[in-house]
């Protein structure tokens, strides 16, 4: 079966319910109830003028699954940093390609041997390591938070660096991680915050957050950029709180762009340096490609970015490598045996 | 165990210079690519060099094509832009050239055809004049303009046609305005100097022997002013006394023994009754022909046949109606009242084929004259300067024949007397087929390559095309030129006037030509002491 089949009624009812549930998150008074749960009105929205100054850098990290054979898996992952200023990328740092094996934390202590390379420490806390992919996750958030560590070291007072993603951990090894970031930057001057593409965060039991702001806004005529701050009162999930560090906004970054983004910044962050944040952020958001999006995190996402074709090596790579240490193609093939390279193919 | 190595992480700064661009990614000999800044300024017929310094190799090609390509997965990523800002663009966005190979300069400095490719990642730079020096290797005695490359020209790197090749027949296409009578001077102009070959040329419109007026309204010269080379000119015309004594010119005539009567077929539309008379008569001579039908009345009864001097002739039009017979008296007769350098006596012939034989340019200068005067003349001389060549049956290429005679006859408007048939252009046709046999060829000029017989272009081995926009005659040109032009058919469409691309034996790959104009080149020559023009030129590139 390679899609829906529309004469099964049970398809057609799931299919209702989707639609009937996707529907349910963009209400009719959607703006009205966004603005009575969390108390806003027009003057709620901060405007802000575009600008570019000091240097912006934008820190990413990408993670690609090289096999999963089950009892063992490996990913490959890097992280990279690129600063701008006055129109132009001024540095772009990027880690090496690193190749990680899961699912034998016991015995490989992959994360712990990345985390200890990294911070010079072994990890408060260890990891499961039954999920590859949420491993993977993290030993990429490893390598991200030591390359905006080393970013905030080439930024001084008034720079901004920006982090793809949230001002919360997703595992407590992070925590004192964070926190130095955090603490590095106010020691420095330097200002901090955080830019998530997707955001689980939701409100009124389950309605997403970005398209509820975008909605008011709309409302009350406002054009972007702006920023708003949201109460956190109003928030729907708990475990949201566990290991933050933000403050939660959402902001839209160019006028001609349907774009908004959920952004954190730490905690005791002012209005006018939120103010002063989202102008630069916006100040870099005018690029053509993505408008609406700030550039230096397009472009740290393409730098660290892992393509289909380094995958496709390092995966050549291992089959040399193996062939080099007396295992046969087939006994490889046995051993980490994927069938969905091969599913692939038809 | 860990998977990992123990040395701490590093995090490098990458490169941030541009080394993907300028260097060869193409991946065949037959054509090569590589990639150029977005914003840079490239044209199509830049010459560039490609250089491998691993082979000892500096390669040659030239850019037939240039577009925008970037390294993004949307194709369409340029269509969706919603603002006018793009940061970094040069990293993702680029221009990708494809260029025509040329040849290769190996290690002993000789020029060679490209028959092997230089390395992955050589370097591509754009050439100075010095880098062309191998063209001096080639290049012919027949000086007709510089080099071009793009939208400049290699100053000091002439392009020069072979005169051993102009009888192998020449071709000049181009349009209106294109330059193609600036070009025909400049090439008289260097016959008249290197005198390797006779050249005869027709004008009825009296242009070339003293100037006139160009395309653009502006005041030519003729060739009469290239006094350092006037020796190389003999000219023949039907102008007044003063004109021909100030210019030291000849009277041209000729007279009715040139005329045969396959001449009518070129000029008149003959039904096939009168076909069959002219060719019954074609071995009559002209005076006789002019005689019999302009003084002879024929009627019904055929008395005239018992009254004619002409009884052999005569019995060979019994057959002929009466109505037939004086259609050929009427045409005749508007030959000879309509051509006044035609007469009964005296004929120039002998001292033009003499003028050729020197390896004069000859222009039979006719201004005023009309189509049917010019194609008369033509018709006349070509067959004359045949039956010479055939005659002496000298032969070309026998290196053993001390003394051959080589003639380039120039036909202007080549469609009207080298379509695809008609009898009448039988002598022209006969030039084209067997004539670089007796050493003599013909220089077709024409706005209308598609319209010249395709076995007339097959025997061409020097082509000049000077912008061409109907699509059927640059494909007809590409697929009978020598070398394949198809690579560069869009720098043809985009010729400007004066500019041509050249394709000839001798001279290894197609080159894109500016023609001198002729008032300059005829100061540079009339300048000329000794030694080549390119000597003491600028030869900045």
Redesign the interface.
């Known amino acids: 079966m390679t899609g829906g089949d529309a004469g099964d009624d049970e398809y057609r009812q799931d299919l209702d319910a989707l639609v009937g549930r996707i529907g349910s998150l963009h209400p009719p008074d959607l703006p009205a109830r966004f603005a009575s749960c969390f108390r806003l009105g027009p003057e709620s929205y901060r405007r802000v003028e575009p600008v570019q100054a000091g240097i912006l850098a934008a820190v990413d990290g990408s993670n690609a699954m090289l096999f999963d054979a089950g009892c063992i898996a490996a990913v490959l992952l890097r992280a990279a ?1 690129c600063g ?1 200023s006055a ?3 001024t ?6 390609l ?4 899961l699912g034998q934390e016991a ?4 994360f ?3 985390y200890r ?2 911070f ?1 420490t072994d990890p408060d806390t260890g990891i499961r390591d039954d999920e590859p992919e949420r491993t993977a996750g993290i030993l990429r958030d490893t ?1 991200e938070y ?2 905006a560590l ?1 970013a905030a070291e080439r930024l001084g007072q008034g720079d901004l660096l920006v982090l793809d993603g949230a001002l919360r951990v997703t595992h407590a090894s992070h925590e004192p991680v964070l926190l130095r970031l955090i603490r590095t930057c106010a020691k420095r001057g330097i200002h901090l915050c955080a830019v998530t593409k997707r955001t689980s965060v939701t409100w009124g039991g389950g309605l997403p957050l970005v398209p509820a702001a975008l909605a008011l806004a709309k409302a009350h005529g406002i054009t972007p950029p702006w920023v708003l701050r949201i109460g956190e009162e109003g928030l729907d999930v708990t475990p949201y709180r566990q290991w933050r560090h933000g403050v939660p906004c959402v902001a839209a970054l ?1 006028p ?2 349907h774009l908004a983004f959920r952004i954190e910044v730490p905690g005791p962050t002012g209005d006018d340096e939120l103010g002063e944040m989202v102008s630069r952020l916006a100040g ?1 958001s ?4 993505v ?2 999006y700030p ?1 230096p995190l397009l ?1 740290a996402h393409r ?1 660290a970015r892992i393509p289909a074709d380094a995958v496709g090596q390092a995966k050549n790579d291992l089959i040399s490598g193996m062939a080099r240490s007396g295992l046969d193609a087939r006994s490889a093939r046995d051993l980490l045996g994927d069938l969905h390279d091969e599913f692939a193919r038809y | ?14 490169d ?1 210079g541009d080394p993907s661009k300028y260097r060869l990614i193409g991946n065949s000999v037959l054509s090569y690519r590589f990639a150029i800044p977005y914003d840079e300024t490239l044209y199509v017929g830049n010459i560039l060099k490609i250089e491998d310094p691993v082979k000892g190799m500096t390669f040659f090609a030239r850019v037939t094509d240039l577009r925008h390509e970037s390294n ?1 997965e949307d194709v369409k ?1 340029d269509l ?9 663009l040069s990293e993702d966005v680029y221009l990708i050239v494809e260029a025509l190979p040329l040849g290769f300069v190996d290690r002993n400095g000789t020029f060679r055809r490209p028959r092997t490719l230089p390395a992955k990642f050589s370097r591509v730079a754009a050439p100075s004049a010095p880098d062309f020096r191998f063209l001096e290797q080639v290049m012919g005695d027949v000086e007709v303009g510089s080099l071009k490359s793009g939208q400049d020209i290699l100053r000091g790197v002439t392009v020069a046609l072979h005169s051993r090749v102009m009888p192998q027949h020449m071709g000049v296409f181009a349009t209106t305005g294109m330059g193609k009578s600036n070009f025909m001077k400049v090439f008289c102009a260097s016959c008249m100097k290197a005198r390797r070959f006779g050249l005869l040329l027709v004008d009825p419109h009296g242009e070339y022997v003293a100037g006139g007026v160009s395309a653009t309204g502006e005041p030519t010269e003729g060739l009469i002013h290239y006094q350092a080379g006037r020796d190389g000119l003999a000219v023949y015309t039907i102008r007044d006394e003063a004109f021909r004594r100030k210019y030291s010119l000849s009277s041209l005539f000729l007279e009715y023994d040139d005329l045969r009567a396959p001449d009518l077929l070129l000029l008149f539309d003959h039904s096939p009754a009168q076909r069959e008379l002219v060719e019954m008569l074609e071995d009559v001579r002209g005076s006789e022909l002019v005689d019999l039908f302009l003084h002879t009345e024929f009627d019904e009864n055929r008395e005239w046949m018992a009254t004619t001097r002409y009884r052999q002739t005569a019995e060979k039009l019994a057959n002929f109606a009466q109505g037939t017979l004086q259609v050929m008296k009427r045409r005749l007769g508007i030959l000879v009242r309509s051509n006044p350098f035609l007469r009964a006596k005296g004929s120039s012939i002998p001292d033009i084929l003499a003028d050729l034989a020197r390896n004069r340019v000859v222009l039979v200068d006719i201004p005023g004259m009309g189509e049917r005067s010019e194609l008369f003349v033509l018709s006349v001389l070509a067959r004359k300067i045949l039956d010479r060549h055939r005659g002496e049956a000298s032969g070309w290429g026998k290196e053993e024949v001390p003394d051959r005679r080589e003639v380039l006859i120039t036909i202007e408007e080549a469609q009207r007397v080298l379509g695809s048939g008609g009898p009448g252009t039988a002598v022209f046709r006969e030039c084209a087929m067997e004539g670089r046999k007796f050493g003599v060829g013909l220089c077709v000029v024409t706005q209308q390559p598609k319209n010249v017989d395709p076995r007339v272009l097959a025997q061409m081995n020097t082509f000049v095309v000077m912008g061409l926009s109907d699509r059927n005659d640059r494909a007809i040109i590409a697929g009978h030129a020598k070398q394949d032009l198809s690579p560069m058919d869009t720098e043809i469409q985009t010729l400007e006037p004066g500019e041509a691309i050249i394709s000839t034996l001798g001279i290894p790959f197609p080159v894109s030509t500016r023609i001198h104009l002729y008032e300059e080149y005829l100061d540079a020559l009339n300048r000329e002491k000794r030694g080549s023009l390119g000597e003491g030129l600028d030869t900045r590139f």
Do not use: I, K
């Not at chain 1, 690193?98 to 094996?101: F, N, P």
């Not at chain 1, 005018?286 to 490609?289: A, L, V």
């Not at chain 2, 165990?1 to 990458?14: A, E, G, Y």
């Not at chain 2, 969706?80 to 970094?88: D, E, K, P, V």
């Open positions: 940093a701008f129109g132009a990328r540095f772009r740092a990027v880690t090496p690193r190749l990680v094996t015995r490989d202590a992959s712990s041997g990345l390379e990294c010079g390598l030591w390359v080393r160019h001609r762009s870099w005018d690029d053509g490609r408008t609406g550039y472009d730098t | 165990m860990t998977s990992l190595v123990t040395s701490m992480m590093n995090l490098r700064d990458t941030l993004f990523w969706r832009a919603h603002s006018g800002q793009f940061y970094g």
